[in-house]
């Protein structure tokens, strides 16, 4: 967080503790209270829902493990506030590791209705579990003692703040940190984070945990501050606003958690009293007017795209004039929102706010020093240091893939040697993409045997293979495209932190030592392939020929003994063909072995020291680059393929 925001941030926190003294209505002091513990379940919501991308209805039934974990250990133990807080936080945390294994095995539609029965669940077991939940009579809780006094209203709420506050500064940290890149970069490309060493397996549990604990602390502080628990309240309603809150708030932002948290509380109250609802109607409309035409002018958004919001929100606050009595209406204006939402506010109010002021983030609002890279002189590395040259490096035997009937590889033999640049083509659908993909555990070989580095690849997770020191890139570029180009970078430095999730929430010496090293290195390497200057750029604003660059310093970033590079002067024009050429030298002059998939002949002629033919999945040369172009079956293979 920049000193700007970290100022504002303290006002409002500052603000807020001063309520209670504003107002001797605890009415008003409860409301805050509500939305501040919404708040911070949503932030952790947002952990899966904004960052990883998946879809959760579960948790309001997490709430609800939370509340009930609170309301059972004082009922049936007495247990103070320092041991439920932390007892809630847990329980929770493990039932987010259930939670996540369906999100394992499903996703979208299908992994919205595993929560969703995962919550409903829950909510009849805390219903039927009489002896533990009292059932449907639900449970009373009087305000927590702290320090041996009993809190009053006033004394929760500021508990209440006090730890929504340090929540946020929590999640913030995490997100900003190793764990949050590694959750985003699940979002934009799985295949890319498994190989970049990054176990999408792992950091989906991980993110469910994380959320999970949030919702149980939530949970927990809501059973104090309502004083009464009983299970109908964690139900499919609830869980769908909280879902609703994210999205509308926006997602990936910390603000719109606390926005989404005061709509959701907000709005039964709204939608309650016509008077409010025809200020709020006005507001927005009024609103939704001058967004729409700054964003006209500053040419984000065309007249046309705007029409309909504008005129719909102008008619929504004239309807809202026209009404006599809300009541009969309130379903179909919640509805009305919904739609609104869905349509025209994907990125949710911050989304859209964010837009309208759209600029890029400088380096210095990222923490970045770019002078950084300079330090990063070394910014090409293998682990373990480049070893003697000659020896084989990786030897696959009779490798056989097969889907279904069509043998993608059919009994390929491949040695490489280390410090070498072997190429290696032949025409479209020959299985040279397919044999990438087997080398770095996407595809298990259906028989054959791959040894690399002394070690077998058959069977591994892809993580655990890259981690072991095979690098790659992809013929269709899989970049974290919300994550800005250095973000991209250290998600292939994940392998270089050691710190867990208490150093990073307590900013502990050694993550701040590791952090500091990633954005170092990392600059280093945007450097190397000539990207320094994007480092604050989002990787899917990159031109395309950049976009396969960033790329390959990505895959650098794991500090590999192999890098696999398909086909990655595929749309490039010729002066960027030029720079990948030298590029790619330098990588092999560092002690990096290279598998080059190209389709221009000239770059493959001047790069490879050794080529390998590969037509319809069979091997059909292997030499010299000036050997195998000469080579009678290669001439054919290409003059009977479709392209060169
Ligand atoms: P290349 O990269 O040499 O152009 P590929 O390795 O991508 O070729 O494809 C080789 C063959 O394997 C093609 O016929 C392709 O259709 C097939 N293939 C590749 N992946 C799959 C898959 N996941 N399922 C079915 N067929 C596949
Ligand atoms: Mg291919």
Not at 435 to 442: D, P, S, Y
Not at 473 to 484: A, C, K, R
Not at 551 to 565: F, H, M, S, V, W
Request: hydrophobic share 50%; glycine share 10%; net charge neutral.
């Amino acid at each position: 967080m920049n000193r700007k925001n970290l100022f504002f941030a303290a006002l409002a926190l500052a603000l807020l503790a001063t309520v209670p003294f504003f107002t001797s209505n605890s009415y008003y002091v409860h409301m805050i209270e509500t939305i501040m513990i919404y708040a911070i379940l949503l932030f952790g919501l947002d952990i899966v829902v904004g960052y990883t991308g998946q879809v959760s209805l579960g948790h309001a039934g997490l709430f609800g493990v939370g509340s009930y974990t609170t309301g059972v250990l004082f009922m049936k133990m007495g247990a103070p506030l320092w041991l439920i807080i932390p007892s809630s936080i847990a329980v929770t945390a493990g039932f987010g590791a259930l939670l996540a294994l369906p999100a394992l095995r499903v996703t979208g539609p299908y992994l919205a209705m595993v929560t969703l029965a995962f919550g409903t669940i829950i909510q009849i077991l805390i219903n039927e579990m009489t002896f533990l939940t009292e059932g449907p009579l639900g449970i009373k809780i009087p305000k927590p003692s702290l320090f041996g006094s009993q809190l009053d209203e006033k004394g929760f709420y500021w508990l209440v703040l006090a730890l929504m506050a340090l929540s946020l500064v929590v999640v913030h940290r995490i997100l900003r940190s190793q764990l949050g890149r590694a959750f985003e970069a699940l979002r934009g490309s799985p295949v890319a984070s498994d190989c970049m060493g990054v176990s999408v397996y792992r950091y989906k549990v991980y993110a469910f945990v994380i959320s999970a604990g949030f919702a149980g602390l939530a949970g927990c502080l809501y059973s104090y501050s309502e004083q009464y628990i009983s299970p109908n309240t964690y139900n499919f309603e609830l869980t769908v606003l909280f879902l609703l809150a994210v999205i509308m708030g926006g997602r990936k932002s910390r603000l719109g958690s606390l926005l989404g948290a005061t709509i959701i509380v907000m709005l039964p109250l709204l939608l309650d009293d016509l008077g409010i609802f025809r200020i709020v109607a006005s507001s927005i409309a009024v609103l939704m007017l001058v967004g729409g035409a700054v964003g006209v002018v500053k040419k984000i958004t065309t007249p046309r795209a705007m029409a309909i919001p504008i005129v719909g929100t102008l008619a929504l606050a004239a309807f809202s004039f026209w009404l006599d009595s809300i009541t009969d209406w309130r379903l179909s204006i919640f509805g009305l929102m919904i739609l609104f939402v869905v349509y025209y506010l994907q990125d949710g109010i911050v989304g859209f706010v964010r837009g309208l002021l759209l600029r890029r983030l400088t380096a210095s609002e990222y923490g970045i020093e770019l002078s950084d890279a300079a330090a990063a002189k070394d910014a090409v590395r293998v682990a373990g240091g480049a070893l003697a040259q000659g020896d084989d490096l990786l030897v696959a035997r009779q490798v056989l893939m097969q889907f279904g009937g069509l043998k993608a590889l059919n009994n390929v033999d491949l040695r490489i040697q280390r410090g070498s640049i072997h190429g290696l083509i032949g025409p479209n659908g020959s299985g040279k993409s397919t044999m990438m993909n087997v080398l770095t555990g996407i595809y298990v070989p259906t028989a054959g045997s791959i040894e690399f580095a002394g070690r077998s690849v058959v069977g591994r997770t892809s993580s655990d293979i890259a981690l072991s020191g095979i690098a790659r890139t992809f013929q269709n570029v899989q970049l974290f495209g919300e994550m800005t180009t250095l973000q991209n970078i250290q998600v292939g430095l994940h392998h270089s932190f050691d710190s867990n999730i208490l150093d990073v929430a307590l900013h502990s010496p050694r993550y701040l030592r590791e952090d500091r090293l990633a954005t170092e290195r990392g600059l280093g390497l945007l450097r190397f392939v000539g990207l320094a200057e994007l480092a604050t750029e989002d990787a899917r604003n990159l031109p395309y020929g950049k976009q396969r660059l960033l790329e390959i310093a990505r895959a650098l970033a794991l500090d590999p003994q192999l890098l696999l590079l398909d086909e990655p002067a595929a749309g490039l024009t010729a002066p960027d063909i030029v720079e990948l050429i030298a590029i790619i030298r330098k990588i092999r002059d560092h002690g990096i072995t290279v598998i080059l998939i190209e389709h221009h002949m000239d770059v493959v002629m001047e790069l490879c020291d050794t080529v390998s033919v590969l037509d319809f999945g069979q091997k059909i040369a292997e030499g010299k680059p000036a050997e195998v172009q000469a080579d009678e079956k290669v001439i054919e293979a290409y003059l009977g393929g479709t392209a060169a």
